[in-house]
């Protein structure tokens, strides 16, 4: 079984079926349980977070309730009593390290920041393409408009922009930009205020033999950003430009000097 953060709440059964998490607040404990998994969380908090500073009067008993519901539920769902508890601090939800996908995501980071110190880039690679498929849209997505989770959901992006870089970085000292540009065309359909990675897509048409279609690239991504923003491209964008322009030789001698420092935003 695993519970899924990385995205919309909900539970993966070990069948494969996936499980939506019940009525809105029971949901709402839940998500801020599992974002504070192992760790013993005040009632106080709890409320503070599921009603976002503005608790009715009879909160303690509707959180008590809340959480009552949830160990039915999970009860129905197989799991043993002891994964819900209560502290003399206040409620900890007990997940095995294997159950909730923050964990595995985190788990992923640390052995590609292993293998790549250890030269093992290829390995490496495979290590971030498996933390970024948990990854099944933006983190706690049914808690946009709670507060108290805007925080996290913002480090959490942070992170999956990171694993998504650092990645196509690999990816592009490996040789491997044919195959990475229908990824990086999808990515920029997606996210197309995303700068970094239209750097990546420009030094991957750049390597292919694309001149024309990496210089558009960048034509693209500025006209975007001027007239959504009204900024020029960054510095390092503009850079990539300038040295395709000049046929730089690092573009091709897979150094990633020209990728430093790319503003990381997903948008």
């Not at 390290?97 to 293998?115: C, Q």
Request: net charge neutral; aromatic share 8%.
């Amino acid at each position: 079984m695993l519970f899924r953060i990385l995205g919309p709440l909900g539970i993966e059964m070990s069948n494969g079926e996936s499980v939506k998490p019940w009525a809105p607040k029971n949901r709402a404990v839940l998500a801020y349980l599992c974002v504070n998994n192992r760790t013993a969380v005040s009632p106080e908090r709890l409320i503070n977070a599921i009603w976002s500073g503005t608790p009715p009067r009879r909160a303690h008993t509707a959180l008590h309730v809340y959480i009552c519901n949830l160990r039915s539920r999970f009860r129905e769902l197989g799991l043993d009593a002891s994964v819900l508890t209560t502290q003399s601090t206040g409620y900890e939800l007990r997940l095995p390290h294997s159950s909730l996908d923050l964990n595995l995501f985190e788990a992923h980071l640390t052995e590609a920041r292993d293998l790549q110190d250890h030269g093992e880039l290829e390995a490496a690679s495979a290590a971030l393409g498996a933390a970024v498929a948990l990854w099944r849209g933006p983190a706690l997505a049914d808690f946009r408009d709670m507060p108290a989770f805007t925080g996290i959901r913002r480090l959490l992006e942070e992170k999956r922009v990171y694993a998504h870089q650092r990645r196509l970085q690999l990816e592009l000292d490996l040789g491997r930009h044919h195959e990475l540009i229908c990824e990086l065309y999808s990515l920029i359909e997606a996210h197309p205020a995303w700068e970094a990675i239209y750097g990546y897509l420009m030094i991957a048409l750049y390597r292919s033999g694309r001149t024309v279609d990496a210089l558009r690239t960048f034509d693209r991504i500025r006209g975007i950003l001027v007239e959504e923003l009204g900024v020029e491209p960054g510095p390092q964008l503009q850079h990539i430009q300038r040295s395709i322009l000049a046929r730089d030789s690092w573009l091709e001698s897979g150094a990633d000097r020209g990728l430093a420092g790319l503003q990381v935003s997903l948008r």
